[in-house]
T-cell receptor, first 116, second 114 residues
Framework: GAGVSQTPSNKVTEKGKYVELRCDPI?????LYWYRQSLGQGPEFLIY????????DSGLPNDRFFAVRPEGSVSTLKIQRTERGDSAVYLC??????????????FGPGTRLTVL | GNSVTQMEGPVTLSEEAFLTINCTYT??????LFWYVQYPGEGLQLLLK???ADDKGSNKGFEATYRKETTSFHLEKGSVQVSDSAVYFC?????????????WGAGTKLIIKP
């Protein structure tokens, strides 16, 4: 079966614009995660969904960031009023059931966001 | 809070050399430990993991042992190949009430020369 897919692979936008990043998880995976990876760093946790609900959004940096997963499958990460500091690779991962360290997370290829 | 420190790269080796990439951690409780690999142009892939002290994770000739006494999870391979060139990330699970979070090191770039 297909792995986690993310679109677009690259997004260039201007400061102040709104962007949406999409994640298609592995079919049947109930848990979905968003991470952000800045150049030369490891990923940082943003948000975790269990089904349709955000079980933990403590990693979202501020209220310009928002994510949804309305049908418990595809998720969209939304960033309002983008800033140059938002430039990073945004990673999505999914896992079979979530809620445990032993539940392997499978990662998508990421969306590289550049804010000019 | 939980954190991971791994050796800085790049690490450059010749084919068939022995590899060690150091990883140490700080954590409360008993986290699970992971090594992920990112090949050029690809997404992060789980390489191996260990869920309790003294466990050894292994895959594709790579090994790492969960050492609670030294809070380490060093990655080793006896004979590297050019195809092992990639960025390697050490990670651990978050605190018990948020153990779905992965907390990551900065990554170590490995370059294998023929």
């Amino acid at each position: 079966g297909a792995g986690v897919s993310q679109t677009p692979s690259n997004k260039v936008t201007e400061k102040g614009k709104y962007v949406e990043l999409r994640c298609d998880p592995i079919s049947g995976h109930t848990a979905l995660y968003w991470y952000r990876q800045s150049l030369g760093q490891g990923p940082e946790f943003l948000i975790y969904f269990q089904g349709t609900g955000a079980a933990d959004d403590s990693g979202l940096p501020n209220d310009r960031f928002f994510a949804v997963r309305p049908e418990g499958s595809v998720s969209t990460l939304k960033i309002q009023r983008t800033e140059r500091g938002d430039s990073a690779v945004y990673l999505c991962a999914s896992s079979r059931k979530g809620g445990g360290a032993t539940d392997t997370q499978y990662f998508g290829p990421g969306t590289r966001l550049t804010v000019l | 809070g939980n954190s991971v420190t791994q050796m800085e790269g790049p690490v450059t080796l010749s084919e068939e050399a022995f590899l060690t990439i150091n990883c140490t951690y700080t954590a409360t409780g008993y986290p699970s430990l992971f090594w992920y690999v990112q090949y050029p142009g690809e997404g992060l892939q789980l390489l191996l993991k260990a869920t309790k002290a003294d466990d050894k994770g292994s895959n594709k000739g790579f090994e790492a042992t969960y050492r609670k006494e030294t809070t380490s999870f060093h990655l080793e391979k006896g004979s590297v190949q050019v195809s092992d060139s990639a960025v390697y990330f050490c990670a651990l699970s978050g605190p018990m009430d948020s153990n779905y979070q992965l907390i990551w090191g900065a990554g170590t770039k490995l370059i294998i020369k023929p």
